[in-house]
């Protein structure tokens, strides 16, 4: 497995949380721990689902695609 750079995954949750729906964003805050727990595992879903299905690595890599598939469909590809 290669190790992806900090800044490059860092930069890829950036933009996906950004995008999460406020209300797991907001329950990370809850008073409750139940429901902070719950809101956890909402975004950690909410990101593997978001994140899961593209090719990230770092500037290092050997060898990278042509292009790189946007987080945001109608931007089209990056790179």
Do not use: K, N, W
């Amino acid at each position: 497995m290669i190790r992806i750079d900090d800044d490059t995954l860092s930069r890829h949750l950036e933009v996906a949380i950004s995008g999460a729906a406020p209300a797991i964003l907001d329950g990370l805050a809850d008073t409750d721990r139940c429901r902070r727990h719950t809101a956890t595992a909402d975004l950690a879903r909410y990101l593997t689902e978001r994140l899961g299905c593209f090719y990230i690595q770092g500037e290092d890599a050997i060898m990278r695609p042509a292009g790189h598939p946007s987080l945001f469909a109608d931007l089209g590809p990056l790179g």
